[in-house]
């Protein structure tokens, strides 16, 4: 497995070398970027090599749990009721009759 950085410094035709080694056909007519993409999504995964990314998800994750679960608890606590107007509202025909009585 190479990493980015080691992918980086090869050439196209060593990167399509080295895709061959992993069963992967590459299109040199693309940029090296694309390239070394591909590369990095089907080489397998050195799992000493991401455990600090994956230990960062994780935690991450267990964030968002952690404010779903606040965001449960007060959804059960606060019962948002809306205040009912002691004043009915009034029609816009009334207005309009109240404004021509005045003028």
Request: net charge negative; charged share 35%; hydrophobic share 40%.
């Amino acid at each position: 497995m190479k990493t980015k950085e080691e992918l980086e410094t090869m050439s196209k035709r060593e990167l399509e070398a080295y895709g061959r080694t992993l069963d992967l056909e590459l299109d040199r007519r693309l940029n090296k970027n694309s390239l070394i993409d591909q590369l990095l999504d089907v080489q397998p995964i050195d799992a000493n090599q991401n455990v600090p990314e994956i230990i960062e998800v994780v935690e991450d994750v267990e964030e968002v749990v952690e404010i779903i679960e606040v965001v449960e608890d007060v959804e059960e606590v606060v019962e948002i009721e809306v205040p009912v107007s002691p004043v009915a509202p009034v029609s816009d025909s009334l207005r309009r009759k109240r404004w021509c009585a005045m003028n």
